[in-house]
């Protein structure tokens, strides 16, 4: 059972990322399928967000699936949803 008090607001990551970070997200997506089905594997895939110090260093974002991109610098914020 849940109590008024205990009832906690939603929040939603973004990560802002470039055409060509978007880009490369989905060729490596495409690529790790193709495999997988070749392989007659299921597979997925991690999204990592690497957070230095805030205003020190910028965060990062990295793919794994088949292969380990890393896809650069990136930014990005909790929004509270309402």
């Known amino acids: 059972m849940i109590f008024d008090h205990q ?5 939603k990551l973004e990560i802002n ?8 997200i989905i060729e490596e997506r495409s690529y790790g399928n193709r495999t997988n089905l070749a392989e007659e594997t299921f597979g997925v895939y991690e999204i ?10 910028p965060a990062t974002l990295e793919m794994k699936m ?17």
Not at 17 to 24: A, G, M, N, S, V
Not at 48 to 57: A, Q
């Open 17 to 24: 990322l470039t055409d060509e970070q978007y880009q490369h």
């Open 7 to 11: 009832i906690r607001k939603m929040r």
């Open 48 to 57: 990592c967000l690497h957070v230095g110090s805030p205003d020190v260093f």
């Open 66 to 82: 088949i292969n380990t991109i890393d896809l650069g610098e990136v930014e990005w914020e909790i929004i509270e949803l309402s």
